[in-house]
């Protein structure tokens, strides 16, 4: 008897139990229909669960892609939902007009999320036939692939034979038309086929992006120029600030240049300043566009990746100082305190003004004075005393701007005095 009991308690507990049904209708055919205006109309279900509309859930679509959501509370397990959608709550605009039948629903443990188009009219596929396009900057391919999400990534051969669509044989430009491509926003890209199982992939970067509207009409990326790569070999110094980290281990340099090899090149920080520098040597035929990062004991900054562009215009190339995950000097200001240093800067290198602080260890009243480096004195400020920082602006004492190079920074109080390095780039 208890069993029984038992069993009937756990029955009537499970039909008793309670879920929410979110249904959500897709309006984008009765959209292009010009049956329901997204700026003025509405759209609701009405069901045995609210009166038949008595009390009207309205749809909402919060993300603008067209379909609506409504949910509806507290269901219990097994009920048989019966419903339609109407527009702006009128039956005389509900679906299946003319009194087409009921949809109906039943209520399941768990998630309950149900799916229609409004009327059961589906949006019907658009097609359009779509050229596409890879120049070749290198002059070095010889049997260029396409492939596009839109049918799992399949292969096509791109030509450059000057048959159509190609314009000119051998120019180095590899053309391919594909056709019936359904409406749509889809993504490609472009190996070489050289032998290996997956080819050599051509795309720098993301996949590329294009659009097929409902209308046929394309848009987006549909071409695309592969880097030519520099015309001599270009030294380019990498300098990062870590003064904001607590360095672990080695810091050290990724990127495109060395196939993002981890942890990287070892940078070195010879003077002490936290500022960490590397010269790489990109050899001619290296990106023009190329990515980074740095890595703080074999850790990536947790940021996009960096990019500069290649000057092989030059022999050499000196970068702006990075600040390790794009920490800045506002960061600095407030994190700074006279125990890290009794004589800091921050930036450093800067441009066009750094942050000085300074932290004098005797009871003295003292002089911050800043010499070039030859040693003249450019800009002085008087009354230093205790911890404190100030803000010099590359100017000099007849507020004019000072040229880029070394400066440095000495402050001085009774026999006690601090002496900082600092480089002004332009």
């Known amino acids: ?29 009765q959209i292009s229909l010009g049956n329901f205006d997204p700026a003025i109309d509405s759209v609701d279900v009405a069901g045995n669960f609210n009166g038949w509309g008595d009390s009207p859930i309205i749809g909402e679509d919060l993300d603008g892609d067209g ?22 709550s009128n039956w005389g605009t509900s679906e299946f007009p003319g009194g087409g039948a009921n949809r109906f629903y039943t209520v399941v443990t768990g998630e309950n999320i149900v799916d229609h188009w409004y009327n059961d009219e589906e949006m019907p596929s658009v097609f359009a036939d779509v050229v596409f396009t890879v120049t070749d900057g290198t002059e070095n391919y010889l ?39 359904p409406n749509g926003t889809h993504t490609w890209g472009a190996l070489e086929d050289d032998g290996s ?18 209308q046929g009409n394309v848009s987006g990326q549909t071409d695309y ?27 050290t340099i990724a990127g495109s240049f060395n196939s993002w090899t981890v942890p990287g090149e070892i940078m070195t920080d010879d003077d002490m300043d936290g ?14 566009n190329e990515q980074y990062k740095y890595l703080n004991d074999a850790v990536y900054e947790d940021i996009e990746n960096r990019s500069f562009v290649l000057d092989d215009s030059v022999t050499e190339q000196i970068l702006p100082v990075d600040y390790f995950n794009n920490m ?26 750094t942050v000085i602080a300074y932290q004098i260890p005797v009871q003295k009243e003292g002089v911050l004075s800043i010499y070039n480096f030859k040693g003249q004195l450019v800009k002085t400020y ?37 002496t900082r390095k600092m480089l002004l780039l332009k």
Request: proline share 4%; charged share 20%; hydrophobic share 40%.
């Open 197 to 214: 199982q997956s080819g050599y992939w051509l795309i720098d970067g993301p996949d590329l992006e294009y659009t097929i509207d409902d």
């Open 67 to 88: 379909i609506y959501s409504m949910t509806v509370t507290d269901l219990e397990v097994g009920f048989e939902c019966e419903y339609k959608f109407r527009i702006n």
């Open 1 to 29: 008897m208890k069993r029984i009991l038992t069993l009937l308690i756990i029955v009537g507990a499970l039909f008793l139990w309670a879920e929410d049904v979110t249904f959500n209708v897709n309006m984008n055919y």
């Open 143 to 181: 049997d260029i692939k396409f492939k596009s999400s839109f049918n799992d990534w399949e292969l096509y051969q791109m030509t450059d034979d000057g048959v159509a669509p190609d314009e000119v044989a051998g120019d180095h430009v590899w053309t391919v038309l594909v056709e019936d491509i």
């Open 275 to 288: 500022i960490y520098t590397i010269d790489i040597l990109l050899p001619s035929g290296s990106l023009i």
């Open 382 to 418: 008087t009354g230093i005393a205790g911890t404190g920082s100030i803000v010099w602006d590359g100017k000099n004492e007849s507020d004019e701007n000072v040229a880029s190079g070394l400066y440095f920074a000495k402050v001085k109080a009774g026999d006690w005095e601090q």
């Open 225 to 251: 120029v592969i880097d030519p790569g520099s015309v001599q070999d270009v030294t380019v110094t990498f300098q990062v600030d870590m003064n904001l980290v607590p360095t672990v281990g080695v810091v």
């Open 328 to 353: 800045n000097s506002d960061d600095y200001n407030d994190v700074i305190t006279p125990d890290q240093s009794e004589l800091v800067n921050y930036p450093n290198p800067f441009n066009p003004e």
